[in-house]
């Protein structure tokens, strides 16, 4: 799958223009990237999350993670997540995501 493939779909089930879910894309990939440059920890609820971890073998350089939300392993896996219709899972209710903003604040790097 490719981000064009994303667009179309996107654009299909949300009945926008395929130039508006393209603009949504970049700001959103923008904006995660601005956050890693800076070490800010990004928590997409339900989704994961990105965080910087120094590097062993070049401390200069950070590495870049993801943690996969409890609910993305799970959906991978092919346990069934439902949700309600203003988007949010019914199945789960991840307590650590709670506390935490979409964008949120610096925190220790490693999450």
């Known amino acids: ?9 996107v654009a299909k089930k949300n009945k926008l223009k395929q130039l508006d879910v ?9 904006m995660i990237m601005d956050a890693l440059a800076k070490g800010i920890y990004v928590d997409l609820k339900g989704f994961g999350a990105f965080y910087t971890e ?5 401390p200069e350089k950070a590495g870049i993670k993801f943690q996969p939300s409890r609910a993305f392993k799970d ?3 092919g346990i069934n997540i439902t949700y ?3 988007g949010i899972m019914n199945n789960y ?9 979409t964008y949120s604040e610096s925190k220790d790097q490693g999450g």
Do not use: G
Not at 93 to 101: F, G, I, L, T
């Open 1 to 9: 799958m490719t981000t064009k493939d994303i667009i179309k779909a």
């Open 54 to 58: 120094t590097r062993k073998d070049k």
């Open 93 to 101: 209710v991840d307590e650590r995501s709670m506390n935490n903003n």
């Open 84 to 86: 309600s219709d203003d």
């Open 22 to 30: 393209f603009a949504a894309i970049q700001d959103t990939e923008k």
């Open 75 to 77: 959906y991978v896996n």
